[in-house]
């Protein structure tokens, strides 16, 4: 049966592809993509297309993609209506709670402001820390958000640690790990479960340790 592949675009991209090709995989057209969005495999019954992380889970949870690599961010954020199968150990970063070294917002009497593009996130790690704090939504560059005084501190993504040192700010926890994880549509794997078996199997096996 034909499975459907949701890749997300992106910083994920290049090192999904890396392992479907070294799993042997027939994915020419997803590396020379000009402006495609669908991308059939010339090797396998496969088609991929390139889509944003969010839209990533939508389409797995509708069932117009079989199954999708995403980031665990973006899953711990959003909907979790689909079996998560596989941690591909690619794209690692973590979700780190920072500030400006002199405003500990762990020191601080009262209420609390956090600047974050992933206020569910945030929501439940400061819930946990019995933190009474209020939640203003970023988009992007949410180092800015403490410098300029919208925030006490902020939940985010770090990699290289490289943002946070340019602006001056500090790491006052981690939340947690994060790296590219592989879903599966729950009805796809009843239906098409020897050939996601098989991808899967695929993908373990060109894992690096
Ligand atoms: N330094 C990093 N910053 C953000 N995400 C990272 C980083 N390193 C790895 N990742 C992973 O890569 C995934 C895709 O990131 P990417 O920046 O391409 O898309 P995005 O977060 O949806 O941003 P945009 O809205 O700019 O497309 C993230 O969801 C995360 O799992
Ligand atoms: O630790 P580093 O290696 O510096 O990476 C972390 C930065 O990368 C991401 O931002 P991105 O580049 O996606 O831009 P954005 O702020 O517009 O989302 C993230 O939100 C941090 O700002």
Known sequence: MSISFALTKGRLEKETVKMLEKSGYGIENLKDKGRALV??????????????ANDCITYVQHGV????????DTLLEGDKDYYEMLDLGIGKCKFIVAGLPENNLF??????????????????YFLEKGMDVELIKIDGSVELAPILGLCDGIVDIMETGTTLKENGLVVFDTVC????RVIVNKASFKLKKDEITQILNDLKSVMED
């Open 39 to 52: 991308f059939p495999d010339t090797k396998k019954d496969i088609r991929y297309f390139l889509v944003k």
């Open 65 to 72: 993609a079989d199954i999708g690599v995403v980031g665990k």
């Open 107 to 124: 020191d601080k009497v009262g209420h609390v402001k956090i600047g974050t593009k992933y206020p569910n996130i945030a929501k439940a």
């Open 177 to 180: 790990d994060i790296s590219a």
